[in-house]
């Protein structure tokens, strides 16, 4: 059958969906069983329109899910090319109230309210109210508020035309893939900041070797995933994809691949770096090779064919693309003490994840189920605490009730350790919204910030410090509280609540939930750095969440190392860990 959607589409038109009907204050339920359904379909290793080909609809309720109506919803836009449910649905709503309603401030809600009352329709029109100080004067909202849409709007400005990777790499490696699968290819790779792995990305740079490299480009431009061909030349093409991304595809000879491969990785600054180093020792380096002599006068070739011989033409190890971004990674390789970075496979625990006891969207054994197929040893469930209004979850007064979860999950996967943790709101002040007296009755203690983002960098540093001092406290949860492109988040002394932090022995977290990436890059390193321990968790809210890919790429851009991350530790290694005295003296369980 002719693909008419792909699975980037369908998901893209579920989240759609999803939010449509949260502006719509449609029940929470129906909007996350969208919201699950599109990151699922994501992620999933084939195409839908494959999976109905061959199984039909019971092909697609069989993946998780996928209930009688998203899987009518699958089937008509595998066979149609379009929804008709979801045309309806945008008829209700201007175009650009989904930017509106992402900016860090608004929500649903606010959203529906300021499209009503103020004729608020796009992000130009909200900030044109916001400035005239009209969001200010609507019930319920105040100059506090308004400040905070101000400056969400300034923080999504800075993202540009920029997306998150976590978006942007699903549909990078698909189009690799069918490229692949064209069988016109010798190799076929990621390249840019995207190989990177930076957070976020301009566009997609693919590099590929062929002998047939005019075949390779009629391919590209026809695959279901491009909209338009902006360019299409005899070795490079430029396209804009279905998902509003543009990608580019150059074609190389198998003969220069690395040293392509390697100047079109980037970053900038690394491989200027690289070539005044070069021009000291008499070689010039280029997307074309390493030559002997300069770029007038080239001498022989000494490397293009693999990223490691042009490195060794310098008498350089290879450095990991996460690395390249000329912070320290040259000296360390020339000095022979770069890290050995931390893989996915490394990780045996997830210590940060949530069930429907409080505002997670399965039970704990759903959870603990879809945690062991994964291969984990251990997880934590480390259900919220939390005195904000809407979240439901661990109380003063429910503390049996949740043991009692956590055993019927132990119960029914006996294979996987589960330790009955909490993620507990740490106040304005520092204090946590849980007393001690149930905090000491738990295994794992991730402490965060849910609340009061804009606190003074000296209040909000004090507050960390008193939630670090807490001798109940394992990790600080997604430190910075920021979301990619939305939230900036809190700001505080890295240095001091670093220091506090390796003091109390207490761990920073690594929140691998794709909108977060929290602790950052940068910070990672410094981390390392300092000695401080590092945790990572998926934060997960469904099973399908239970992924650490991103956080590990953060993680590799922050030259961490297996042994920095608490949770490589096999259980019994981890278990011995927890139980060992520390400087807060606490005990497992
Ligand atoms: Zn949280
Ligand atoms: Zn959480």
């Known amino acids: 059958m002719m693909r008419l959607m792909t699975n980037a589409e369908i998901s893209a038109a579920f989240t759609m969906i999803g939010k449509i009907l949260e502006l719509q204050n449609e029940n929470p339920f129906r909007v996350r069983a969208y919201e699950r359904a599109a990151l699922t379909i994501a992620s999933l290793p084939r195409e839908l329109s494959d999976i109905y080909d061959e199984g039909g609809m019971k092909a697609l309720r069989a993946i998780g899910g996928i209930g009688p109506d998203l899987g009518s919803k699958i089937e008509e836009m595998v066979k149609t090319g379009e929804l008709k449910y979801l045309k309806e649905l945008r008829k209700k709503i201007p175009e650009g109230l989904f930017a509106v309603m992402q900016i860090e401030g608004m929500g649903p809600k606010k959203t ?17 109210v916001a400035k005239a100080g009209k969001l200010a004067k609507l019930p319920k909202w105040g100059e506090l508020s308004e400040k905070k849409v101000l400056q969400g709007i300034e923080t999504r400005k800075s993202m540009g035309d920029r997306v998150p990777l976590t978006a942007a790499l699903p549909l990078a490696e698909l189009l690799v893939e069918k490229l692949k699968a064209t069988k016109l290819c010798g190799q076929v790779a990621i390249a ?29 431009c026809a695959l279901g995933e491009v909209k338009r061909v902006l360019s299409k030349g005899p070795t490079k093409s430029s396209v804009n994809l279905h998902a509003g991304m543009q990608a580019d595809l150059r074609v190389v000879d198998e003969n220069v691949f690395g040293a392509a491969l390697h100047y079109f990785t980037g970053s900038k600054g690394h491989n200027v770096h690289l070539r005044g180093m070069g021009v000291k020792a008499g070689i010039t380096i280029s997307e074309y090779g390493v030559y002997k002599g300069t770029a007038e006068k080239k001498g022989k070739l000494l490397a293009s064919k693999t990223e490691e011989d042009v490195y060794a033409s310098l008498k350089l190890p290879y450095i990991a693309p996460e690395l390249r971004e000329d912070r320290g990674e040259i000296d360390a390789a020339r000095a022979g003490t770069l890290p050995k970075l931390i893989e996915e496979r490394d990780i045996k625990g997830d210590l940060h994840l949530h069930t429907d006891f409080s505002d997670g ?37 429910n503390l049996a009730q949740y043991l009692k979860m956590i055993g019927k999950a132990r119960k029914a996967v006996p294979s996987l350790k589960i330790l009955a943790g909490v993620e507990v709101d740490i106040q304005p002040d520092g204090s946590l919204y849980l007393p001690d007296k ?37 990790a600080i949860g997604h430190p910075t509280g920021r979301l990619i492109g939305q939230r900036v988040g809190i700001e505080f002394s890295v240095e001091q609540v670093f220091a506090a932090a390796k003091k109390r022995s207490v761990a920073m977290e690594i929140n691998a939930s794709p909108p977060r990436l929290d602790l950052r890059d940068i910070h990672c390193k410094r981390a390392k750095e300092m000695g401080v321990m590092m945790t990572m968790g998926s934060d997960a809210h469904a099973p399908e969440e239970l992924d650490m890919r991103f956080g590990v790429m953060q993680a590799r851009r922050g030259w961490v190392e297996k042994g920095d991350v608490m949770n490589t530790k096999s259980w019994k290694d981890f278990e011995k860990w927890l139980r060992a005295p520390s400087p807060i003296g606490r005990r497992l369980g």
């Open 112 to 128: 529906k309210m300021v499209w009503e009352k103020l004729k608020v329709k796009n992000v130009a029109d909200l900030e044109k």
């Open 361 to 397: 969207g399965a039970d704990a054994v759903t959870m603990a189920k879809a945690a062991y197929a994964k291969g984990l040893e251990y997880i934590a469930i480390t259900d919220h605490g939390s005195g904000m209004g809407m979240v439901r979850g661990l109380k003063e007064n």
């Open 438 to 474: 149930i905090l000491k009755e738990l295994d794992w203690v991730v402490a965060s910030v849910h609340s009061q983002f804009k606190q003074s960098p000296e209040e909000t540093t004090a507050r960390l410090i008193r939630a670090i001092e807490n001798p109940f406290v394992h």
């Open 192 to 220: 840019g900041s995207m190989r990177r792995r930076a957070e976020t990305i301009g566009d997609i740079d693919i590099l590929a070797t062929s002998t047939k490299p005019a075949k390779v480009m009629e391919a590209f």
